[in-house]
């Protein structure tokens, strides 16, 4: 089993800066891919960011691409996510994910383990 633990969330204006981080507890968190989705109100869950286990694969959801930044730091059993010119369409639940497998998915399907969240609120 992976506990995973999301901070970092808050109220940003928008142009604004967050850092998220991904706590990982368990099972190996370095074999594990990992992903960021996000859920806005009223909407349904959406794939943002993903990352292999050794961070050399990347992927982003057209949405987030040159504004976000997903690492992480294997030592320290964490990931993150950097979101940078953050808009209020960015406003949203973030969930940080993990993923028994090589290269990262891009669909919640593809996951086996999950955290609870950290909201993002972006003000006009």
């Known amino acids: 089993q992976v506990q995973l633990v999301e901070s970092g969330g808050g109220l940003v204006q928008a142009g604004g800066s967050l850092r998220l981080s991904c706590a990982a507890s368990g099972r190996a968190f370095s074999s594990l891919a990992m992903g960021w989705f996000r859920q806005a109100p009223g909407k349904e869950p959406e794939f943002a960011a993903a990352?292999?286990?050794?961070?050399?694969?990347?992927f982003y959801a057209d949405s987030v691409k040159g504004r976000f930044t997903i690492s992480r730091d294997n030592a320290q059993n964490k990931g993150y996510l950097e979101m940078n010119t953050l808009n209020t369409e960015d406003t949203a639940d973030y969930y940080c994910?993990?993923?028994?497998?090589?290269?990262?998915?891009?669909?919640?399907?593809?996951?086996?383990?999950w955290g609870q969240g950290t909201q993002v609120t972006v003000s006009s």
């Open positions: 994910a993990a993923a028994r497998l090589t290269l990262p998915p891009v669909t919640r399907e593809g996951y086996d383990y």
């Open positions: 990352i292999s286990w050794n961070g050399g694969t990347t």
